[in-house]
């Protein structure tokens, strides 16, 4: 599966982004298809997630700003509010019940 990412730049504090996602190739399963992202000197976390068969997910840190959602095998982040604690690597991640194959990232900069 490749996954390809875009969307992501440099924004000002309480700015927006929308970020994009397109799954294509040969593919067990995208019930599950999200976004993570990944801090310097930080573990990667869940940010938002779609399943087929679950629903939506978000991380507590979203707090209202972000909605995911799904065209068939692309996935969306509407990011608003954005704060510089929001700055980092952004991944799209499809999968079964969980992430398993991941994209490259995509870099999100929040200036103060």
């Known amino acids: 599966v490749q996954l390809q990412a875009s969307g992501g730049g440099l924004v000002q504090a309480g700015g927006s982004l929308r970020l994009s996602c397109t799954a294509s190739g040969k593919f067990f399963s995208t019930n599950y298809m999200g976004w993570h992202r990944q801090a310097p000197g930080k573990q990667r976390e869940m940010v938002a997630s779609?399943?087929?068969?679950?629903g939506t997910t978000y991380a507590d840190f979203v707090q209202g700003r972000f909605t995911i959602s799904r065209d068939k095998n692309t996935i969306y982040l509407q990011m608003n509010s954005l704060k510089p604690e929001d700055t980092a690597v952004y991944y799209c991640t499809v999968g079964v019940l969980g992430p398993r194959d991941w994209g490259k990232g995509t870099q999100v900069t929040v200036s103060s």
């Open positions: 779609v399943s087929i068969s679950s």
